[in-house]
């Protein structure tokens, strides 16, 4: 096992690594940029170590800075979590060549999968289905609108080495394919450093499932089902759940073994996530493999009582997968909400600053992961994520009351949450029928809905409340105030008085 | 004692008295009693009648910031004497817009130019932020005013980017 890991990553997924190698026995290290000095994660670790300025690309990004951190400790190993390095080949390679264990797949694998149209090409021949598209990257305008003329719009731009929904765009028609092509490839330029786009089939209101695999070095795999995760805002998802209200047995098992086909294809090792997207008629498709942590891995852990971050650490130093599929139950369904700091009113718009007050849920079935804390701030920098609220219940309509319960209870001040929108989407009556699919946000939930006059009229009467023994505190400090007896003297005669205990 | 309360857009008359640990509180001739007592740093427990609420209470001079079942309301209490004095400043600044971004960031695009008439709900301009793109639109009817900024230029969060009359 590991003598010692090195985190680079930042808020709640750095904290949950770092648990995961406390109770492994296994001293962590923790990197952080200049604002992240007051950061959570830095505290949680046993050491750590300033990298760079705000700016990612000098800091979570700066590979060199990392690497030198790394052996300045005597680190052993290194976890990326989620962003950042996780998906960068040449971070994992760098670490192969320092003989640091990156603990995720083998650099060529994250590769290959990483570019997405070389993706494509591999699963196509590995026999899981992908939907129709070029699997090469097109450089000029002319080109992709021939392809899609071909296939039909709409069509999908994607950024080639994309991933998190950034560098994408839906075109509906041959006049909106100039705007976006422009769009897509300046988002690819400015998130991956690589302005390649390709084009996919646009499937119309397509769920989109995803499946768990761990393999270990050996060649055994397992899958730990799926995920629904088809709540999304900006292709990213908000919401995820499982097991999906889609996915039958049969279905279940379908993707699964395509999953763990796509996982011996490159003879993956790690943990790792095989995206679909799911039709109708139950039929789905490759999207992408992500070879790293996911966001929303806890919901599978509460259902399967699995690790993941654990094996992911096991696994990375060589030892043997001990589960098998035959061994692997699901208990009960788990839902996650993602609290970002971001104005649902307002497009979803980053919200950054100060936590002035929170309060967080609790209670049974609850599991919540957080960097956040009272006065903490959301910077700019960096992914607004705020804390995933996991649930767990027996059934989903136990788990979706949980879950609206543990957001009633959650309340967060000094900035924007997507809290209201959540609850919001929880009582929603498509949600609630399990009708869902990567359009729900835009066509079943209501953008602005005017505030209710109940929580108004609370509103107004607390503030009146409070103005009202302003004013009376006012007019009994002007009446009493005499400047023989200031407030001042008063509070010195109290400190002489304390001194002399 | 009597307050004005303007919430949203809404004006309302409030009148507040002392009775025993509560208040007694009308809001536009509706009766309440209510007794709020604060359990730590701006948050309150708040008994309406029998009705249990936890309430966020933030407050700077007459302005409240209220954060109740995850709504947030902005809340201003004016005694009489604000009252006269938000007359005053009131009528001054109706007509104008002015387009701030509300995050630092970097201009991507400026969709208007000076002199384009502009409707509500129309993209302004593509403030990149937080790795992503952010289209400002226009809240009013107008005609582009000012463009303050320059495409590719970085911003701080409240700067002025464009004024819309």
């Known amino acids: 096992m590991f003598k010692k890991i090195l985190i680079a990553n930042r808020g709640e997924i750095a904290i949950r690594i770092i648990r995961a190698c406390q109770e492994l026995d296994i001293p962590t290290v923790a990197v952080f940029s200049e604002p992240d000095r007051n950061s959570l994660h830095v505290g949680y670790a046993e050491e750590a170590y300033l990298i760079g300025e705000a700016n990612s690309k000098k800091s979570y990004l700066n590979i060199d800075k990392i690497i030198d951190v790394a052996q300045k400790s005597g680190t052993d190993a290194i976890h990326p979590g989620y962003g950042f390095l996780s998906e960068n080949s040449g971070f994992a390679a760098r670490c192969e060549k320092e003989g640091i264990t990156f603990i995720g797949p083998s650099s060529d694998v994250i590769e290959k999968m990483g570019n997405k149209t070389t993706a494509r090409k591999i699963m196509a021949e590995a026999g899981v289905p992908i939907l129709p598209g070029t699997n090469e990257s097109i450089e000029s305008d ?103 209200t889609a996915v039958d047995d049969k279905l279940r098992e379908k993707m699964g073994k395509a999953a763990l086909k796509a996982v011996k294809s490159v003879n993956y090792s790690n943990a790792g996530t095989v995206e679909f997207l799911v039709d109708k008629k139950k039929n789905f498709y490759f999207l992408e493999m992500n070879t790293r942590l996911q966001v929303e891995h806890a919901i599978t852990e509460i259902v399967t009582g699995i690790d993941i971050v654990r094996e992911q650490v096991r696994i990375a130093a060589g030892e043997k997968l001990d589960l098998t599929q035959d061994k692997i139950k699901r208990n009960g369904c788990a839902m996650e909400c993602r609290i970002y700091a971001e104005d649902p009113d307002n497009n979803f718009l980053p919200s950054p600053g100060t936590i002035r007050t929170l309060r967080s849920p609790g209670g049974y079935g609850i599991r919540y992961d957080t960097c956040a804390f009272e006065g903490c701030n959301i910077s700019v920098h960096y992914d607004p994520l705020i804390s995933k609220l996991v649930v767990w219940g027996k059934d989903r309509e136990e788990t979706r009351f949980r879950m609206l319960r543990a957001l009633n209870e959650y309340s967060i001040t000094g900035i924007k949450t997507t809290i209201p929108f959540l609850k919001k989407v929880i009582k929603n009556k498509f949600f609630i029928e399990g009708d869902i699919d990567t359009n729900f946000i835009a066509s079943r939930i209501e953008r602005s809905s005017a505030p209710s006059d109940g929580t108004l009229k609370i509103a107004i009467l607390t503030a009146v409340v409070e103005s009202f023994k302003k004013a009376e505190k006012e007019s009994l400090f002007h009446n009493q105030h005499h400047p023989e007896k200031s407030q001042w003297k008063i509070a010195g005669k109290w400190q002489m008085w304390g001194n002399r205990f | 004692m009597n307050f004005d309360v303007i919430a949203g857009n809404k004006e309302y008359s409030v009148e507040i008295e002392r009775r025993g640990k509560s208040f007694i509180i009308t809001i536009d001739g509706e009766e309440f009693e209510v007794d709020a007592t604060l359990l730590k740093k701006e948050l309150y427990s708040v008994l309406i009648g029998s009705k249990s609420h936890l309430v966020n209470l933030k407050s700077e001079g007459n302005n409240f910031t209220v954060d109740v079942n995850s709504e947030s309301f902005e809340i201003e209490v004016l005694d009489e004497a604000a009252k006269r004095l938000a007359q005053k400043t009131k009528s001054q600044a109706e007509g104008k817009q002015v387009i701030k971004t509300p995050m630092p960031g970097k201009i991507v695009k400026i969709l208007v130019k000076e002199g384009d008439e502009v409707e509500p709900g129309m993209g302004m301009i593509i403030v990149e932020a937080m790795k992503m793109e952010n289209e400002l639109k226009s809240s009013s009817k107008g005609v582009v005013k000012e463009i303050v900024v320059e495409e590719g230029a970085t911003v701080n969060g409240g700067d002025t980017l464009i004024v819309v009359e």
């Open chain 1, 142 to 244: 002319d080109e992709v609108y021939k392809i899609a003329k071909g296939i039909g719009f709409p069509i999908m731009i994607k950024a080639a080495a994309g991933g998190g929904g950034k560098g994408m765009r839906i075109v509906n028609s041959a006049d909106e394919l100039k705007s976006c092509l422009r769009a897509a490839r300046s988002e690819a330029g400015s998130s991956f450093g690589d302005s390649s786009v390709y084009v996919e089939k646009y499937l119309e209101n397509p769920r989109h499932i995803e499946i768990q695999v761990l393999a270990d070095k050996y060649g055994n795999s397992v899958h730990l089902f799926e995920r629904e995760c088809s709540i999304q805002r900006r292709h990213q998802k908000i919401i995820e759940e499982t097991p999906s």
